[in-house]
């Protein structure tokens, strides 16, 4: 079967504890303390295959978790670190917060590999914390925990042009006569039961990708006949091949029809309504006499006052296919050369520090404000303030926990000191 969504669990691995111990050899004196780091927890990683198009890996394994970091060992032994979990997903795969449905990542256009849950960092053991006035220090760090997260996996495929429209008005006939892709093909409703992909090749012209979606029908974004849950294949591509039954083989009218599917559309996504969109009246050779002209007459009157162009087309026979895919090239040359790419808007840092408190405070003899707190510790040690990316979360930190507006509050001024344990910093706006 064709999975295209999936709910999941995952969990990084635990930071191993570090180690108290103290080294105790024959003739050593006063060896001192001896105890090693315990090891990293293993990371959650994404990992676009490009071999894969389905999520069918997700659909009876819903648990994922990496492995934990053992503890340090006597004599400096730094514990093992924890095996990473490598999960592949096919290209296009969006990762969403489940309780939120905001994307914490898009695999796609360049984005092959991403670390969404960190591992917990291993504790320190007691070899770090000697001083000339601590030596026999008798206790050491413990591991970071690990995080955990439920997430949803939405395949969003990647293609140019979507082909939609009411089933059994051609569209699988369409794909096979003008493209490499072989859809079933047969004169009943529901033919196609998953996103097809196929390439064009134009002489004279870059080829493109387009994707048949199977057939909508009125109420699908109410979940009647297959609903709307394809139509997230259709969200990357920039231009509609809207094709519909002009010659009404089954009785229904073609006009309407077109009113009904934008409409499902519409309400699945208003952005998709704004796209592009180009009208394939099929079936044109079994039209009789005057009917053709009439009822393409009709079309064009309607929609091409809205810039939407209709094209009479066979796509049994040919007709007409080659000037619309034309023009589809055409439309798709216009348009900005941008992947469509759902941005971040999850953070599990933001997330995991948005409850916890802390203090902010003045010590007037040091002249420093000082700001403390589960909320700080946590960000600290989850932060590496080193790398950009590190700096850039520290900042919106800052600035969205409101820890900036109650320094302001306090009077702070520019050159002032800011102290977070051992972090220190001066303000400036």
Known sequence: MFADSAKIYIRSGKGGDGHVSFRRELYVAAGGPDGGDGGRGGDVIFQVDKGINTLNDFRHRRKFCAGDGEQGGRRRCHGADGEDIILKVPEGTVIKEASTGKVIVDMSFGCEREVVLKGGRGGKGNMNYATPTMQVPKYAQPGKPARE????????????????????????????????????????????????????????????????IPGLIEGAADGIGLGDEFLKHIERTKVFIHMVDAASTEGRDPLNDINVINNELARYNDDLIKRPQVIAANKCDVFYGTEEDTVISLLKEEFEPKGIKVFPISAVSGKGVKELLYYVKSLLDEMPDEPTVFEKEFSFDEMEFEDEPYTVTYDEKNKVYNVEGPRIEKMLGYTNLDSEKGFQFFQKFLKTSGILEDLEAMGIEEGDTVAMYDLQFDYYK
């Open 149 to 212: 997260l439920e997430v949803i996996l939405e395949l969003k495929t990647i293609a140019d042009v979507g082909l939609v429209g009411f089933p059994n008005v051609g569209k699988s006939t369409f794909l096979s006569r003008v493209s490499n892709a072989k859809p079933k093909i047969a004169n009943y409703h529901f033919t196609t039961l998953q996103p097809i992909l196929g390439v064009v090749d134009l002489e004279g012209a870059d080829g493109f990708v387009i994707a048949d």
